[in-house]
């Protein structure tokens, strides 16, 4: 009987992100992983020796984007003219060229996040395995549950490629080792994201508070007027008083039932997105002067003169990452922010997997942004030829961002409440 008690008391619960159900967490063992028994949505996952797995990963990452900074990125030989570019210069030149917004979205999203998430990660599982006692960690590992999304290297990599093909119809060109090192370091900040447990790692930093024993598995939290921590996912009872603050017992962030104003916030943003979809499409992304003539390209003409000159899959790339992404993304945001209030055609597993679908591709849009960029950044060789971003390549970087927003402001625990999931 004491064995049973104790069993429920030290049960390690858990509220699904994506659908709200609760669930107890088995003992997991290296290499397994607990996915929610509604939704599917994976809520823990372990790793053998996860804490050197993930200082390995990290340090081998962070060593190939030095090596990445410090190389060449891509040269080119035109009429015996060589020109070549380091990694950092894409964004360097756009600065130069008066673009400093899209000179910070580029080396941010390229550069500059990777990188600090690379050494966060670096201090903090190097903080649990000294058992140093959560110095700088939960602030380090409060920040990693948002910046995932932002980090957008193996992006960049199709759209050197895309530059690559670009590039061919006016010289010979040549990827550099700087290209080499920083495909290694997309597929190593991949890993480095895979291996990191954030369960487990909240575990080693604040251990595991006893659950309330009345919290029953099987039903929504709110339901039973508690909630998932975003950030460290212990669940928590929610104060019964009106409009008290609430904060995790464990990581200290703020809980709410759902996000505040969720889909207020989600319609205001796909609004913006819709809105400044219009000048991305209508203005020039490219400029382009060669021997005194210069040249124009919208997203749409550029993409056209690239199936004219025979680059098809080049230009079905672009078409998909720069079109019908976007089009897609908001399309589906729109549908799933109108089917929270009213009752549809599809159930809440099916607008779940349209959820996770707008996050999963998303952040692909910036492909010609970043094909903009390195462009720039190589052909800048003056009288002969020159490169320069257009004003449409700001307003399609903030159609990108808002998207993105727009789909984290939608609380997907919203689309498993107009089902019978509710709290009244
Ligand atoms: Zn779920
Ligand atoms: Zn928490």
Request: with cysteine.
């Amino acid at each position: 009987m004491t064995t049973t008690r104790q069993k429920i008391k030290w049960r390690r619960l858990r509220a699904c992100s994506a659908c709200d159900m609760v669930s107890a967490i088995p003992v997991l063992r290296p290499g397994e992983h607990a996915s929610c028994p509604q939704c599917g949505h994976v809520l823990a996952r372990r790793h053998l020796h996860p804490v050197q797995r993930s200082i390995a990963l990290a340090t081998s990452a962070l060593l190939s984007l030095l090596i990445a900074i410090a190389f060449p990125f891509i040269s080119m030989d035109t009429n015996g003219l060589d020109t070549q570019i380091e990694l950092p210069q894409t964004a360097v030149t756009l600065v130069d060229v008066q673009q400093p917004m899209v000179a910070l979205i580029v080396s941010c999203t390229a550069i500059i996040l990777p990188a600090l998430y690379l050494i966060g990660v670096m201090i903090m599982q190097a903080n649990v395995l000294r058992t140093v006692p959560r110095a700088y960690s939960d602030v380090i590992a409060r920040l990693f549950s948002h910046l995932h999304p932002w980090m957008m290297a193996d992006v960049f990599i199709i759209a050197a490629l895309v530059s690559l093909v670009k590039l061919t119809e006016i010289g010979e060109v040549q990827l550099g080792v700087s290209f080499w090192a920083y495909c290694v370091f997309a597929a190593l900040l991949l890993m480095t994201t895979r291996s990191v447990d954030i369960d487990w790692l909240w575990l080693r930093l604040a251990g595991e508070p006893a659950a309330d024993t009345r919290i029953r598995c099987g039903i929504s939290a709110a339901a039973q007027h508690v909630t998932g921590c975003t950030t460290c996912g212990l669940v928590n009872t929610l104060p019964t008083i009106a409009g008290a603050a609430a904060v995790c017992k464990r990581c200290g962030s703020k809980l709410h039932m759902r996000k505040p104003n969720s889909l207020e916030f989600t319609w205001a943003l796909l609004f913006t997105a819709v809105i400044l979809y219009i000048p991305a499409n209508a203005y020039p992304m490219m400029i382009t002067t060669s021997l005194g003539q210069t040249h124009a390209s919208t997203i749409i003409g550029g993409m056209l003169e690239l199936w004219q000159h025979g680059s098809e899959p080049i230009a079905v790339v672009i078409f998909v990452a720069s079109v019908l992404v976007p089009i897609i993304k908001m399309l589906i945001l729109i549908l799933l922010s109108w089917l929270v209030k009213h009752p549809g055609p599809l159930n809440a597993q099916q607008k779940t997997r349209l959820y996770h679908l707008t996050e999963l591709i998303g952040r692909w849009s910036m492909v010609d942004v970043f094909v903009v960029a390195i462009m720039v950044a190589l052909i800048q060789s003056g009288n002969l030829m020159s490169v320069l971003p257009g004003p449409a390549a700001l307003a399609f970087c903030a159609v990108v961002i808002t998207t993105m927003l727009a789909a984290m402001a939608l609380d997907p625990r919203l689309l498993w409440d107009t089902q019978g999931n509710t709290h009244d």
